[in-house]
Protein backbone atom coordinates (compact mmCIF):
# COMPACT_ATOMS: atom_id res chain seq x y z
CA UNK A 1 0.00 0.00 0.00
CA UNK A 2 1.60 3.12 -1.39
CA UNK A 3 2.23 5.85 1.49
CA UNK A 4 1.82 8.87 -1.14
CA UNK A 5 -1.50 10.62 -1.85
CA UNK A 6 -2.93 11.12 -5.06
CA UNK A 7 -1.40 14.84 -4.57
CA UNK A 8 1.80 13.75 -4.54
CA UNK A 9 2.05 14.30 -0.47
CA UNK A 10 3.03 11.69 1.98
CA UNK A 11 0.25 10.21 3.97
CA UNK A 12 0.61 11.18 8.18
CA UNK A 13 -0.36 8.57 10.57
CA UNK A 14 -1.79 10.65 13.37
CA UNK A 15 0.56 10.67 16.20
CA UNK A 16 -0.15 8.48 19.17
CA UNK A 17 -0.17 10.08 22.75
CA UNK A 18 2.13 8.53 25.01
CA UNK A 19 0.63 6.79 28.08
CA UNK A 20 1.27 8.72 31.32
CA UNK A 21 4.29 7.38 33.27
CA UNK A 22 3.47 7.05 36.70
CA UNK A 23 6.98 8.00 37.67
CA UNK A 24 5.98 11.61 35.64
CA UNK A 25 7.02 15.06 36.80
CA UNK A 26 4.41 16.23 38.92
CA UNK A 27 2.63 19.65 37.66
CA UNK A 28 3.12 22.76 40.33
CA UNK A 29 0.69 25.72 40.91
CA UNK A 30 0.78 29.04 39.94
CA UNK A 31 2.86 29.35 42.87
CA UNK A 32 5.46 26.80 42.83
CA UNK A 33 4.20 24.20 45.37
CA UNK A 34 2.64 20.73 43.85
CA UNK A 35 -0.93 20.04 42.38
CA UNK A 36 -0.72 16.71 43.39
CA UNK A 37 -0.95 15.74 47.19
CA UNK A 38 0.99 12.88 46.43
CA UNK A 39 4.28 15.25 46.24
CA UNK A 40 3.75 17.04 49.26
CA UNK A 41 5.27 15.43 51.40
CA UNK A 42 8.80 16.72 48.82
CA UNK A 43 7.79 20.21 48.81
CA UNK A 44 7.43 20.29 52.67
CA UNK A 45 11.04 19.37 53.44
CA UNK A 46 11.86 21.75 50.90
CA UNK A 47 10.33 24.17 53.14
CA UNK A 48 11.96 22.73 56.27
CA UNK A 49 15.62 22.47 54.51
CA UNK A 50 15.69 26.48 54.21
CA UNK A 51 13.71 26.75 58.06
CA UNK A 52 17.03 24.69 58.73
CA UNK A 53 19.36 26.82 56.70
CA UNK A 54 18.13 29.75 58.55
CA UNK A 55 18.45 27.95 62.02
CA UNK A 56 22.01 27.20 61.34
CA UNK A 57 23.07 31.11 59.81
CA UNK A 58 21.98 32.34 63.73
CA UNK A 59 20.62 35.47 62.54
CA UNK A 60 16.94 36.28 63.00
CA UNK A 61 14.58 35.97 59.16
CA UNK A 62 14.45 38.97 57.40
CA UNK A 63 10.88 39.94 56.01
CA UNK A 64 11.61 38.62 53.00
CA UNK A 65 12.08 35.40 53.90
CA UNK A 66 9.44 35.13 55.92
CA UNK A 67 7.08 36.29 53.12
CA UNK A 68 8.39 33.65 51.10
CA UNK A 69 7.72 31.17 53.56
CA UNK A 70 3.90 32.03 54.34
CA UNK A 71 3.55 32.12 50.38
CA UNK A 72 4.83 28.73 49.88
CA UNK A 73 4.74 26.85 53.10
CA UNK A 74 1.10 28.05 54.33
CA UNK A 75 -0.33 28.26 57.57
CA UNK A 76 1.71 25.42 59.00
CA UNK A 77 4.85 27.27 59.12
CA UNK A 78 3.59 30.21 60.91
CA UNK A 79 3.82 28.48 64.65
CA UNK A 80 7.14 28.41 63.90
CA UNK A 81 9.26 29.93 66.08
CA UNK A 82 11.36 32.04 63.60
CA UNK A 83 8.41 32.88 61.93
CA UNK A 84 6.25 33.82 64.49
CA UNK A 85 9.12 36.36 66.36
CA UNK A 86 9.21 38.47 62.70
CA UNK A 87 5.22 38.17 63.29
CA UNK A 88 4.85 38.91 66.36
CA UNK A 89 7.47 41.90 66.13
CA UNK A 90 5.60 43.65 63.05
CA UNK A 91 2.22 43.39 64.58
CA UNK A 92 3.09 44.92 67.70
CA UNK A 93 0.60 48.29 68.51
CA UNK A 94 3.91 50.05 69.62
CA UNK A 95 5.48 51.95 67.75
CA UNK A 96 3.87 51.41 64.39
CA UNK A 97 5.31 53.60 61.76
CA UNK A 98 4.71 53.53 57.81
CA UNK A 99 7.57 51.30 57.75
CA UNK A 100 5.95 48.43 59.96
CA UNK A 101 2.63 49.27 58.56
CA UNK A 102 4.29 48.23 55.01
CA UNK A 103 5.52 44.91 56.61
CA UNK A 104 2.32 44.11 58.05
CA UNK A 105 0.41 43.98 54.80
CA UNK A 106 3.57 42.13 53.10
CA UNK A 107 3.23 39.40 55.39
CA UNK A 108 -1.15 39.54 55.07
CA UNK A 109 -1.20 39.12 51.55
CA UNK A 110 1.60 36.17 51.68
CA UNK A 111 -0.84 34.62 54.11
CA UNK A 112 -3.52 34.77 52.02
CA UNK A 113 -1.90 33.32 48.78
CA UNK A 114 -0.77 30.88 51.10
CA UNK A 115 -3.96 29.76 52.25
CA UNK A 116 -5.37 29.92 48.68
CA UNK A 117 -2.87 27.87 47.49
CA UNK A 118 -2.55 30.99 44.72
CA UNK A 119 -5.49 31.09 43.79
CA UNK A 120 -6.23 34.42 45.59
CA UNK A 121 -4.13 37.37 45.77
CA UNK A 122 -4.37 40.43 48.17
CA UNK A 123 -4.60 43.76 47.00
CA UNK A 124 -4.59 46.30 50.12
CA UNK A 125 -6.57 49.55 49.94
CA UNK A 126 -6.59 51.87 52.85
CA UNK A 127 -10.31 52.88 53.43
CA UNK A 128 -11.13 56.12 53.95
CA UNK A 129 -12.09 57.33 57.85
CA UNK A 130 -14.87 58.79 58.69
CA UNK A 131 -14.33 62.94 58.60
CA UNK A 132 -14.44 63.75 62.28
CA UNK A 133 -14.18 67.29 61.33
CA UNK A 134 -11.36 70.00 61.38
CA UNK A 135 -8.28 69.37 63.90
CA UNK A 136 -7.01 71.42 65.92
CA UNK A 137 -4.54 74.26 65.54
CA UNK A 138 -2.54 72.79 68.28
CA UNK A 139 -3.02 69.50 68.20
CA UNK A 140 -3.11 69.18 64.04
CA UNK A 141 -2.19 65.30 64.24
CA UNK A 142 -5.03 64.50 66.81
CA UNK A 143 -7.76 61.34 65.51
CA UNK A 144 -5.11 60.41 63.34
CA UNK A 145 -4.70 56.56 62.87
CA UNK A 146 -3.68 53.57 61.09
CA UNK A 147 -6.15 51.05 61.03
CA UNK A 148 -7.71 50.23 64.45
CA UNK A 149 -5.00 52.25 66.10
CA UNK A 150 -3.64 55.64 66.84
CA UNK A 151 -0.80 56.54 64.76
CA UNK A 152 2.78 57.62 66.54
CA UNK A 153 1.66 60.94 65.58
CA UNK A 154 -2.07 60.72 66.33
CA UNK A 155 -1.09 58.67 70.16
CA UNK A 156 0.98 61.81 71.23
CA UNK A 157 -1.12 64.71 69.83
CA UNK A 158 -3.75 62.41 71.80
CA UNK A 159 -1.81 62.62 75.21
CA UNK A 160 -0.64 66.06 74.96
CA UNK A 161 -4.73 66.97 74.10
CA UNK A 162 -5.33 65.32 77.44
CA UNK A 163 -2.74 67.06 79.47
CA UNK A 164 -3.98 70.18 78.10
CA UNK A 165 -7.99 69.59 78.64
CA UNK A 166 -7.07 68.42 82.23
CA UNK A 167 -4.74 71.78 83.15
CA UNK A 168 -8.30 73.58 81.80
CA UNK A 169 -10.42 71.47 84.28
CA UNK A 170 -7.64 71.99 86.88
CA UNK A 171 -7.43 75.35 86.52
CA UNK A 172 -11.35 76.26 86.56
CA UNK A 173 -11.47 74.57 89.66
CA UNK A 174 -8.69 76.70 91.18
CA UNK A 175 -10.45 79.81 89.90
CA UNK A 176 -13.93 78.53 91.01
CA UNK A 177 -12.78 78.30 94.85
CA UNK A 178 -11.17 81.14 94.76
CA UNK A 179 -13.89 83.57 94.15
CA UNK A 180 -17.16 83.82 94.24
CA UNK A 181 -18.24 84.60 90.65
CA UNK A 182 -21.93 84.88 90.41
CA UNK A 183 -22.14 87.38 93.43
CA UNK A 184 -19.28 89.26 91.40
CA UNK A 185 -20.38 89.40 88.33
CA UNK A 186 -23.81 90.48 89.55
CA UNK A 187 -22.33 93.48 91.44
CA UNK A 188 -20.30 94.28 88.37
CA UNK A 189 -22.89 94.22 86.61
CA UNK A 190 -25.30 96.75 88.74
CA UNK A 191 -22.64 99.14 88.77
CA UNK A 192 -22.07 99.38 85.22
CA UNK A 193 -25.56 99.55 84.20
CA UNK A 194 -25.73 102.43 86.80
CA UNK A 195 -22.86 103.85 85.05
CA UNK A 196 -20.83 103.47 87.85
CA UNK A 197 -17.21 102.08 86.08
CA UNK A 198 -15.15 103.59 88.95
CA UNK A 199 -17.26 101.84 91.93
CA UNK A 200 -17.01 98.62 89.46
CA UNK A 201 -13.23 98.56 89.07
CA UNK A 202 -12.74 99.88 93.28
CA UNK A 203 -15.19 96.52 93.77
CA UNK A 204 -12.58 93.84 91.52
CA UNK A 205 -9.58 95.47 92.88
CA UNK A 206 -10.87 95.01 96.64
CA UNK A 207 -12.43 91.68 96.26
CA UNK A 208 -11.48 89.74 93.13
CA UNK A 209 -7.73 90.57 92.13
CA UNK A 210 -6.18 89.69 95.52
CA UNK A 211 -7.61 86.61 95.73
CA UNK A 212 -6.79 85.49 91.95
CA UNK A 213 -3.09 86.29 92.30
CA UNK A 214 -2.41 83.87 94.76
CA UNK A 215 -4.49 81.19 93.03
CA UNK A 216 -3.08 81.41 90.42
CA UNK A 217 0.76 80.79 91.83
CA UNK A 218 -0.98 78.15 93.95
CA UNK A 219 -1.98 76.52 90.94
CA UNK A 220 1.03 76.88 88.81
CA UNK A 221 3.48 75.30 91.92
CA UNK A 222 1.01 72.67 92.25
CA UNK A 223 1.28 71.39 88.43
CA UNK A 224 4.67 72.07 88.62
CA UNK A 225 4.84 74.40 86.18
CA UNK A 226 6.96 76.67 87.88
CA UNK A 227 9.10 76.53 91.18
CA UNK A 228 7.78 77.60 94.74
CA UNK A 229 9.46 80.51 96.11
CA UNK A 230 9.89 81.31 99.93
CA UNK A 231 9.31 84.91 99.59
CA UNK A 232 6.13 84.72 97.13
CA UNK A 233 3.54 85.96 99.89
CA UNK A 234 4.67 89.32 99.89
CA UNK A 235 3.71 90.36 96.60
CA UNK A 236 0.29 89.94 97.43
CA UNK A 237 -1.20 92.71 99.93
CA UNK A 238 -3.35 95.75 99.20
CA UNK A 239 -4.21 96.67 96.02
CA UNK A 240 -2.46 99.62 96.35
CA UNK A 241 0.75 98.32 97.42
CA UNK A 242 0.78 95.77 94.73
CA UNK A 243 -0.29 98.11 92.15
CA UNK A 244 3.10 99.57 92.65
CA UNK A 245 4.95 95.97 92.14
CA UNK A 246 6.05 95.68 88.17
CA UNK A 247 6.64 91.89 86.73
CA UNK A 248 9.62 89.90 88.48
CA UNK A 249 10.55 86.19 87.75
CA UNK A 250 7.70 85.75 90.60
CA UNK A 251 4.80 87.88 89.61
CA UNK A 252 3.04 86.16 86.28
CA UNK A 253 0.80 89.08 86.24
CA UNK A 254 0.74 92.79 87.91
CA UNK A 255 -2.31 94.08 89.30
CA UNK A 256 -3.02 96.20 86.50
CA UNK A 257 -2.76 93.40 84.14
CA UNK A 258 -5.04 91.37 86.29
CA UNK A 259 -7.55 93.93 86.48
CA UNK A 260 -7.38 94.64 82.61
CA UNK A 261 -8.28 91.29 82.41
CA UNK A 262 -11.56 90.67 84.67
CA UNK A 263 -12.40 94.56 83.35
CA UNK A 264 -12.61 92.27 79.32
CA UNK A 265 -14.03 89.05 81.01
CA UNK A 266 -16.90 90.61 82.52
CA UNK A 267 -17.80 92.93 79.76
CA UNK A 268 -16.74 90.54 77.03
CA UNK A 269 -17.50 87.20 78.38
CA UNK A 270 -20.79 87.77 80.36
CA UNK A 271 -22.01 84.35 79.81
CA UNK A 272 -19.18 82.77 81.67
CA UNK A 273 -16.33 85.32 82.95
CA UNK A 274 -14.35 82.69 84.37
CA UNK A 275 -14.13 80.42 81.83
CA UNK A 276 -12.55 83.95 79.95
CA UNK A 277 -10.33 84.11 82.41
CA UNK A 278 -8.98 80.65 81.99
CA UNK A 279 -8.59 80.42 78.29
CA UNK A 280 -6.55 83.97 79.18
CA UNK A 281 -4.58 82.32 81.73
CA UNK A 282 -3.59 79.29 79.69
CA UNK A 283 -2.00 81.54 77.14
CA UNK A 284 0.62 81.70 79.62
CA UNK A 285 1.77 78.25 80.55
CA UNK A 286 4.46 77.29 79.31
CA UNK A 287 3.17 73.67 77.84
CA UNK A 288 6.11 71.21 76.57
CA UNK A 289 4.89 68.36 74.19
CA UNK A 290 5.08 64.88 74.82
CA UNK A 291 8.08 65.31 72.00
CA UNK A 292 10.05 67.79 74.22
CA UNK A 293 8.80 70.70 72.49
CA UNK A 294 7.43 73.95 73.59
CA UNK A 295 3.82 74.51 72.32
CA UNK A 296 3.89 77.53 70.15
CA UNK A 297 2.94 80.93 71.23
CA UNK A 298 -1.55 81.36 71.58
CA UNK A 299 -4.31 83.41 71.73
CA UNK A 300 -7.45 83.39 74.25
CA UNK A 301 -9.65 82.67 71.82
CA UNK A 302 -7.27 79.63 69.80
CA UNK A 303 -7.53 78.50 73.51
CA UNK A 304 -11.41 78.64 73.12
CA UNK A 305 -11.51 76.54 69.84
CA UNK A 306 -8.97 73.84 70.67
CA UNK A 307 -11.47 73.31 73.99
CA UNK A 308 -14.04 73.09 71.64
CA UNK A 309 -12.83 70.83 69.30
CA UNK A 310 -11.56 68.17 71.99
CA UNK A 311 -14.80 67.90 73.52
CA UNK A 312 -16.08 66.97 70.18
CA UNK A 313 -13.37 64.34 69.63
CA UNK A 314 -14.05 60.69 71.12
CA UNK A 315 -13.32 59.96 73.55
CA UNK A 316 -13.53 63.13 75.22
CA UNK A 317 -17.01 63.36 73.93
CA UNK A 318 -18.04 60.56 75.80
CA UNK A 319 -15.86 61.37 78.99
CA UNK A 320 -18.05 65.05 78.83
CA UNK A 321 -21.33 63.19 78.22
CA UNK A 322 -21.06 60.63 80.78
CA UNK A 323 -20.03 63.59 83.03
CA UNK A 324 -23.23 65.86 81.93
CA UNK A 325 -25.47 62.92 82.29
CA UNK A 326 -23.71 62.16 86.40
CA UNK A 327 -24.42 66.03 86.71
CA UNK A 328 -28.12 65.95 85.77
CA UNK A 329 -28.58 63.13 87.59
CA UNK A 330 -27.55 64.16 91.20
CA UNK A 331 -28.96 66.66 93.35
CA UNK A 332 -28.72 70.25 92.75
CA UNK A 333 -26.50 72.39 95.54
CA UNK A 334 -27.74 75.56 96.82
CA UNK A 335 -26.14 78.39 96.55
CA UNK A 336 -23.01 77.08 93.85
CA UNK A 337 -21.13 79.25 92.09
CA UNK A 338 -20.61 79.09 87.74
Known sequence: MSDTRRDGRRKTRPRRRAARSETATHSATRWGAPAQPEAWPHWLEHIERRLQAITESGMPPTLEQVEYLLKHGAAWVLTHPLVWSVVREYWSPYHLNEER?????????????????????????????????????????????????????????????????????????????????????????????????????????????????????????????????????????????????KPTQFLLLTAAEWMDLLVRAFDEGRDNPRHYVACELMTLIRFVRRNGREMEERTRSLVESTLRTIDRRPPFREVREALASLKAGAPRKRNSTP
Open 101 to 245: QAGRLRLAAALVEGLSEGTHAVTAVKPRPAAPGRAPTLFPKLGETHGWWNSEEGDADFSDASRFRRLYDTLMAALRSAVAWRSVAGRYRRFVDRLQHPKARAMLATDVVPALGPAFEKYMIEQGLRQSFPSLAQFYGPYEEWARL
